[in-house]
């Protein structure tokens, strides 16, 4: 049995971070296909929900196709207590296939075979009786319309029916699904023996001994199966990824003549065959001095192919896009290999360290960072977190984990350290959980993922889920359907590549308080900056501010809505700071420092607090017409005047107003529906617009 291609080498790590073998991490939604999952091909079982009845069948009853009788008759088979085989077809020049026979699986008798020539030959026993058990259908064509019907059929059987919890052992219903075939693999290649493996599902499973889907003799033919196939196929791969492995560098090679810039790096073992690459692109370097304060490093994906370990560097742009630094590929996961990688990272951005860099849970990557990023801030993604959750508590509190997980979230955005810690021995104590690997595995990393500890660490907004978003994005475009190195290189460098990249579009930034220091900022940062700030600078006016002795102001929310925070202001040097840190972790004034600027009759922000990363001025890809923002507020004059004038006539009756609100949804609906057009045609209808 040759192992099938795989539509794509890379899978997400299933590995748990907490170092066992007998946990892994399943992702919700996920839908992978690896080498190991194409070992041994398995036909889908039928499946029955408990809301779906399955009638006895009967003569004359009507099927599209002969699948979905199969189907049909297996699901009622297996209520009933028994299973069924396909039996005969009859098949004509004009017709094909025109009839099928499916029978119990106990029909006929078995024909003596010839013994083999050995001293204790095995006597099996079968489970043929001749029972008459049968559900015959015929193919017809009506209309044009190829349909079957069931021509004959008899339920009577000449043994007995099994129960539920007998009819389900039988060899038509045991079926090991893939994410179990992957994780049988895993387990039998730790060492594990096949008893041990299939006591290990049981307890990730939940379920009582013996009622898996499938047996342990199922288990044993499959990684005996497996075993086989992987020692046929062995030299093979090994070939194909030291094949790979040299195409790829010879890439990296042939870059270097196109892109003067470009950098890369590899090590070789002691039999100098190549174990490490890393690689990044001129554009990347470039885009690391504005943008390299704040690094995420991604190491969700692996090859089983290839046995690497997927890294790649991400920074986020003043349009909150992600935006590609570097490539990694690790032969593992050891703090050794990391440390190889953060140093050629290093290298390869001229020395240049990052504020704060962004990770996963991992051991080893926690101590090379450690080691080589001694004054960078170590921040583990809270996204990566949550995604684990349920992998690691929903089986062990069972009813309880969805209360767990709302305590868990809220107890993330705590702002008090004293009072994170608190709440989370109050957590733990409540939930029983004090024993628990992954509570103590969370906690031994407390000063990397609570709010309440990295508040004060620059992250430049990639915790917010709109990065997250466009980090995933950017990996499913180079990772989807690639087949081998070379052209996963190639990939990435024309995903990475900003003459790919669409231009961003100059937004109409529209006002909504008419403060000046609204107007000012728009003129100076992105729009996705500037949204941000305006939404701050909208809620600041819902503050009061209370100056204290030392020259400082109190700011709270008129109803106290939320807590007091502490502003200081120094005139000399025009510098001020907020308790809630909000300019420290994300480069953006917070509402209490602006409320404290308008007192002090503030008319513009100072140029101090418009961070370099947030200005038009830098953004990587360039806007169409530096004239576009005029433009856009001239048309948008235009439509706020035609739409008042719409409003006021369509309030006069219900007539009128139905008549807009329908002409209206259809015209919105179908300029969503419209191709996007360049600058020049935004401006030629702002034009139009004005001289009608």
């Known amino acids: 049995m040759a192992i099938k291609p795989s539509n794509n080498i890379w899978i997400r790590r299933q590995q748990c971070p907490c170092g066992d073998w007998k946990c892994y991490i399943k992702y919700e939604g996920d839908d992978q296909t690896s080498a190991a999952s194409q070992l041994v091909k398995s036909e889908p079982t039928p499946t029955l929900s408990s809301s779906e009845a399955v009638f006895t069948p009967y003569v004359g ?101 099994l129960e539920d919890d007998q009819v389900r052992l039988l060899p038509a219903y045991r079926k090991i699904q893939e994410a179990d075939q992957e994780r049988i693999l895993l387990l039998s290649k730790a060492g594990f023996p096949v008893n041990r493996i299939v006591k290990v599902l049981e307890l990730e499973k939940g379920v009582q001994p013996g009622q898996l889907p499938f047996i342990e003799k199922d288990v044993r033919n499959f990684v005996r199966t497996c075993k086989k196939t992987v020692q046929e196929n062995d030299a093979l791969l090994t070939e194909k990824r030291e094949n790979d492995t040299l195409e790829l560098l010879e890439a990296c090679k042939s870059m270097t003549e196109r892109d003067a810039n470009f950098v890369y790096d590899y090590t070789t073992d002691k039999n100098h065959k190549v174990e490490n690459v890393a690689w990044s692109y001129g554009d990347s370097v470039h885009a690391f001095m504005v943008y390299g304060d704040v690094v995420t490093f991604d190491t969700t994906y692996c090859s089983i192919t290839y046995g690497l370990l997927l890294g790649v560097w991400f920074g986020i742009d003043n349009h909150g896009k992600a935006i590609f630094f570097g490539c990694v ?303 856009s507020i001239e048309c948008a004059q235009a439509f706020h005047s035609l739409a008042s004038a719409l409003l006021t006539e369509s309030l006069i009756s219900k007539e009128r107003y139905g008549y807009v609100h329908r002409e209206l949804s259809r015209v919105l609906d179908h300029v969503r529906n419209m191709p996007n057009y360049d600058e020049f045609a935004l401006n030629t209808t702002a034009n139009n617009v004005g001289e009608s």
């Not at 088979?77 to 098949?91: D, L």
């Not at 684990?388 to 984990?401: E, I, N």
């Not at 008129?558 to 420290?584: A, P, R, T």
């Open 329 to 631: 590929l690790l032969q593992d996961e050891s703090s050794e290999s990391f440390t190889w990688a953060l140093q050629s990272f290093i290298r390869f951005m001229g020395g240049r360290r990052p504020q704060t860099i962004i990770t996963d849970v991992d051991a080893g990557l926690r101590d090379a960072i450690a080691r080589e990023l001694p004054d960078t801030k170590h921040v583990i993604c809270l996204w990566h977190i949550l995604s684990k959750l349920s992998s690691w508590f929903s089986l062990p509190l069972g009813s309880q984990y969805e209360d767990f997980k709302t305590e868990f979230n809220m107890l993330c955005h705590l702002e008090g350290i004293e009072e994170f810690e608190h709440q989370w021995s109050l957590l733990v104590a409540r939930f029983g959980l004090a024993s628990d690997k992954h509570i103590a595995l969370l906690f031994s990393y407390r000063a990397s993922w609570p709010l309440s500890y990295i508040r004060g660490y620059f992250l430049a907004r990639t915790m917010t889920a709109e990065f997250s978003q466009s980090v995933d994005a950017f990996l499913k475009r180079i990772l989807s359907g690639q087949t081998c190195l070379q052209v996963f290189f190639e990939q990435v460098g024309l995903t990475a590549d900003l003459r790919n990249h669409s231009r961003e579009g100059m937004q109409y930034m529209h006002m909504k308080t008419c403060l000046p220091i609204e107007e000012h900022a728009r003129n100076v940062i992105t729009p996705y900056a500037f949204n941000v700030l305006q939404h701050e600078i909208v809620l600041c006016m819902q503050y009061a501010t209370t100056e204290m002795a030392d020259g400082s102001y109190l700011v709270r929310h008129y109803k106290k809505m939320d807590g007091e925070c502490l502003v200081f202001w120094i005139q000399e040097d025009e510098q001020i700071h907020c308790s809630c840190k909000e300019f420290e972790h994300s480069g953006m004034l917070c509402r209490h420092c602006l409320r404290v600027l308008l007192v002090k009759n503030y008319f513009q922000i100072p140029e101090k607090y418009f961070l370099p990363r947030w200005r038009l001025e830098n953004s990587l890809v360039p806007f169409e017409d530096q004239n576009a923002q005029s433009s």
């Open 61 to 161: 009853q009507i099927f599209k196709n002969d699948d979905d009788a199969f189907e049909y008759y297996s699901n009622f088979a297996r209520k009933n207590g028994f299973s069924i085989r396909k039996a005969r077809s009859t098949e004509s020049q004009n017709l094909g296939i025109y009839r099928r026979d499916f029978v119990c699986y106990r029909s006929g008798f078995n024909q003596p075979r010839k013994k083999a020539n050995v001293e204790h030959p095995r006597d099996r026993k079968s489970v043929r009786c001749g029972c008459d058990a049968k559900l015959y259908l015929t193919k017809e064509i009506v209309d044009g319309i190829t349909q079957w019907y069931v021509s004959q059929f008899s339920n009577v059987h000449n043994h007995e029916l």
